[in-house]
């Protein structure tokens, strides 16, 4: 189905169900069409698997960005259906109109789809939320070095198509082999959104229950491979990451001079993309920065200016002349630290929360209908789902 999405081919044709009923109807016993256009990526993730969408929609050198979007409304509308739910859909308010046009088109597909559905009248169970945000609106969390399991195999290990491939050691000598990280490995599934201290405890635990019966030969299974990758990430560099990203150091006080914090990264030995993370979380935490500063930080980076100058066209600012629009007020969550180096909370998290607590506002949430009583606070949401306009994997929160 992946092939077909990509092509654009989100239902079956009638000629092609005609060719069916005239070749292969003795052999077929039941055939029905499933309005699915969309992939199941985790319990509580998809995606629409249409990665040129993010090119299509931003680049100024494209013209499909419509004919895009169109597609986009279908298959979320889909998603609805699967999940048998008519939801309210809301965007957040920003300055660039692509969650805007988004939120217009589903609301349109979703009336023209349960017009049709006469199963779905009449039927009183709270509404749910779909919000629709644009990728600018948590520029800051795709760039950190997120220190969950799942997070540092995939910034730290090879990974294509969700394959780890590995060497393994036997009597014949040395095989290639390996394993598929998806939901049929519960142990992934139970470990990859724990915090890498937490999987570190966690996996010597489970090695010994493993070789206690017999399971494996040596039980010798260690975190020593992932514990060298974390040092090519000096603690250093990434205490300055969530600096810059939280605008306090861990003792809570605020960053005063955010360059003082960037310069030392930029004077150091790191990688190139390294020293661009560190820039743009530098440039985040002031909403942008003076031209001055930026040719000074460009000399810096190896004339790679672009993949940060670009960060403009998605809706963020990088020139403090052109920041009109006041960062998002974030919640205090203090409280709920563990780790240091795990102070950042993505902004969506807020999000989830107010919207099933009813707390988010008309204005910085407009909605596309009639606003239902249970987003004035008079009742309960039962969830929100959450799509990232043109990200790749977008979350479904119970």
């Keep these: 189905m992946s092939d077909l999405m990509s092509e654009g081919i989100t239902n079956c044709p009638d000629s092609l169900f005609n060719k069916l009923r005239t070749y292969c109807a003795k052999a077929i016993r039941v055939c029905k069409e499933l309005n699915i256009s969309f992939l199941p990526y985790e319990s509580q993730v998809f995606t629409l698997d249409n990665p040129d969408a993010f090119h299509s929609i931003y680049s100024t050198h494209r013209t499909d960005k419509d004919t895009t979007l169109q597609k986009m409304a279908e298959q979320i509308v889909t998603l609805c259906a699967t999940l048998d739910e008519n939801p309210g859909v809301r965007y957040k308010k920003e300055p660039l109109d692509n969650a805007k046009k988004l939120a217009q088109l589903v609301e349109n597909k979703l009336g ?127 205490q300055i990451s969530k600096d810059l990203a939280l605008g306090a150091d861990t003792e809570g006080q605020k960053v005063k001079d955010p360059m003082r914090t960037l310069l030392p990264v930029l004077l150091q030995k790191h990688s190139t993309y390294d020293k661009i993370r560190a820039v743009l979380l530098y440039i985040f935490s002031l909403n942008g920065t003076t031209e001055e500063n930026l040719r000074k930080i460009f000399q810096q980076i190896d004339n790679e200016s672009n993949i940060i100058l670009n960060w403009d066209r998605l809706g963020v600012p990088i020139h403090s002349s052109s920041s009109q629009q006041r960062k998002t007020a974030r919640k205090d969550r203090s409280h709920e630290e563990t780790y240091q180096l795990s102070r950042w909370t993505p902004v969506i998290k807020d999000v989830m929360e107010d919207a099933i607590e009813n707390k988010l506002e008309t204005r910085e949430w407009p909605h596309k209908s009639e606003c239902p009583a249970a987003w004035n606070g008079s009742g309960a949401v039962r969830y929100a789902i959450i799509l990232e306009c043109v990200n790749d994997y977008s979350p479904v929160s119970q």
């Design 112 to 238: 023209e789809h349960y017009e049709l559905d006469e199963k779905c009248k009449g039927k009183s169970k709270t509404q749910a939320q779909l919000l629709i945000v644009d990728r600018g609106f948590d520029p800051v969390s795709p760039i950190l070095h997120e220190l969950t399991y799942q997070a540092m195999v995939y910034d730290l290990i090879s990974i294509e198509n969700d394959t780890y491939k590995y060497q393994s050691k036997d009597g014949a000598g040395a095989k290639e082999k390996q394993s598929i990280l998806n939901e049929e490995d519960d142990l992934w599934t139970e470990l990859r959104h724990m915090h890498i201290a937490e999987v570190s405890e966690e996996i010597p635990k489970r090695v010994k229950e493993i070789s206690a019966n017999k399971k494996i030969k040596d039980g010798k299974i260690t975190m020593s491979g992932l514990s060298q990758l974390m040092k090519k990430m000096p603690s250093f560099r990434k």
